[in-house]
């Protein structure tokens, strides 16, 4: 009797434990689902209106005004970032060649020139009033979740927000 109530038991926790990974695979899968579909939404606007000819990657990046980050080739082989609203407006649509800006990993140089940073969390190539800029979240020597962006186009310091 012991050992059958033993393994009901066993049987009940792996049951539970099975069932509430899946529940939170699925809720991660629908909750991701409408950011993909922005994606694919600007990936395309950026195609038809012939800003690029092939996309490699976007992802949403939140600032003052949410983009769509674009990243692809234009019909002339040149590498370029397109910044497509949310609202898929293609007027207000932004644009920056990749040449002519600093890459992320310059980007990173520059923010490890003036701060210890213990990890960086995520880079993004983002749209603000200032123009295209680097948004670099990270945790700092004190622990501490931290922002700062850094303009595209030279590598200078456009804001910081420190030790959130």
């Known amino acids: ?69 674009v990243f692809g080739v234009d019909e002339y082989g040149k590498e370029k970032a397109i910044f497509v609203p949310i609202s898929l407006e293609e007027n207000s649509m932004q644009e920056v060649f990749l040449q002519n800006g600093i890459t992320e990993e310059q980007a990173l140089a520059v923010l490890s020139k003036e701060t210890l940073v213990k990890e960086i969390l995520h880079t993004k190539l983002g749209y603000e009033d200032a123009g295209a800029v680097w948004e670099i979240t990270y945790i700092n020597d004190a622990d501490k979740l931290s922002y700062v962006y850094i303009l595209f186009e030279d590598g200078q310091w456009w804001k910081r927000i420190l030790n959130l």
């Open 1 to 69: 009797m012991m050992k059958m109530l033993k393994n009901w038991i066993i049987f009940s926790v792996v049951f539970i434990l099975s069932l509430s990974l899946v529940i939170s695979i699925l809720v991660l899968w629908k909750a991701d689902a409408p950011f993909n579909e922005m994606e694919q939404k600007a990936e395309q606007l950026a195609l038809d209106t012939k800003a690029l000819a092939v996309v490699s990657e976007s992802y949403v990046y939140n600032g003052n005004k949410p983009y769509i980050t």
